[in-house]
């Protein structure tokens, strides 16, 4: 028996009287219930954010099949925002079909759980042309798509560990929006000027700060929420082009996908410095954890370009946490260009976009067997729903 939290949403006091509903329940089981109790104990999170249970694997909560009760009612679906068609398509996991396509905005780029699992959002950036973004709510229950929200510039979007912000990452801008997770109005902005390439993130263990990616500047940034600022930078020793960043399952150190180095740094989280470095594939660019914590599966885009040629190089490796090594390399049949998603609720598929083909690559991950779907130009962070959690960190479903 695990401890699964009914979703809270942004009423803390029902998330006391779940918890304490949960505990009371594991103490009438017996000695697990200490287990738990002295686990969770072992990180001190921040105020507000659930806790670790399992302090050597934080994605436990976020194994095959754990799903939520805040997603019960969820269509079965996988959402693929294409950035230059400016739409999403909407694919049946198990027909492997398009069933829907809407229009998104001017550059659709990933599609981001909201917190409390209620809703999809749709990051548009700032385009070229119009200088304006947007965030669309997708509803999950219905699959369709709401009014969208006028945003200065929406690249991608996380969330407080506590759930009581959206941050928008706000790439052409240099900064940080925090806005309330409902409405999305604006909060306040932390300012990241140095930052070029504002780009993907990961929180620490304990929630207490996140770490950043700039993807055209070559380096990391380290955030502290709690103060406001940013805390410190590190420039990456090669390479220059980091890209997707995942903590391990421990909390101890932090992989960073870097485009230019073809491969992924580890990055103590505490000191903010390099403690080694996998080589993968050419244009090493997105992170996805297994749904046991065992694997981390690392997609290749085949190209050190952002525009690459369609049918390059492109590979998926796996990494196994424990040694800290690739087991296995899965070249895409006839070429490719693997670049973002997430692994389906029972762990059985990974789904990727293909961003140069015009594709999403669906790669069984216990042989790597693909399959591909076509869809809109240039499919960015696709989001596959439900996945299994407590609740959304945001991305593509940085679970936990």
């Known amino acids: ?19 304490l509903a949960a505990l009371l329940t594991c103490v009438a089981q017996g000695s697990w219930a200490q287990d738990v109790k002295e686990a969770a104990a072992a990180i001190d999170v921040v105020p507000g954010m659930p806790p670790v249970i399992d302090p050597s694997n934080l994605y436990g909560e976020a194994s095959a099949d754990r799903l939520s009760p805040a997603v019960a ?48 959002w749709v990051t548009n950036s700032a385009d070229r042309r119009h200088g304006r973004g947007s965030l669309l ?58 930052c070029k390439g504002l780009n993907h993130a990961d929180f620490s263990i304990d929630g207490r700060y996140a770490i950043f990616t700039c993807e055209f500047g070559g380096s990391l940034i380290k955030v502290d929420f709690g103060r406001g600022l940013v805390t410190g ?11 997707d960043i995942r903590i391990s399952p421990d909390g101890k150190v932090f992989y960073v996908a870097d485009m230019w180095a073809d491969g992924v740094f580890l990055v103590d989280g505490e000191s903010l410095t390099e403690a080694g470095f996998i080589p993968t594939g050419l244009g090493t660019h997105g992170l996805y954890p297994s749904r046991d914590g065992t694997k981390l599966y690392v997609a290749n885009r085949g190209s050190h ?96």
């Open 1 to 19: 028996m695990r401890l699964i939290y009914p979703m809270p949403g942004p009423d803390r006091s029902g998330f006391a009287i779940s918890c």
């Open 233 to 243: 930078a590190l420039q990456l020793s090669k390479g220059g082009m980091p890209q």
């Open 137 to 194: 709510p997708i509803d999950p229950v219905s699959g369709k798509p709401g009014s969208p929200i006028p945003v200065p510039d929406a690249y991608n979007m996380y969330f407080m560990p506590d759930g009581s912000a959206a941050i928008v990452v706000a790439e052409s801008r240099r900064q940080l929006e925090l806005r309330d997770p409902g409405t999305m109005a604006l909060r306040r902005s932390i300012p990241t000027p140095q």
């Open 73 to 120: 009612s969820a269509l079965p679906r996988v959402y693929v925002p294409n950035v230059k068609s400016g739409d999403v398509h909407v694919i049946h996991p198990e027909t492997l079909e398009v069933v829907d396509r809407f229009k998104a905005g001017q550059s659709p780029q990933h599609v981001v759980p909201s917190w409390d699992l209620k809703t999809l």
């Open 305 to 400: 370009r952002i525009d690459g040629p369609p049918h390059g190089p492109g590979s998926i490796s796996v990494i196994d946490f424990a040694t800290r090594r690739v087991e296995a390399t899965w070249p895409i049949p006839g070429g490719g260009s693997p670049d973002m998603g997430n692994v389906s609720a029972d762990g059985k598929r990974l789904w990727l976009s293909g961003r140069y083909d015009g594709v999403v690559y669906v790669i069984d991950t216990v042989t790597g067997e693909t399959k591909t779907i076509p869809v809109g130009r240039s499919p960015h962070g696709l989001t596959v729903w439900p996945q299994p959690g407590r609740y959304s960190l945001g991305h593509t479903g940085n679970m936990r």
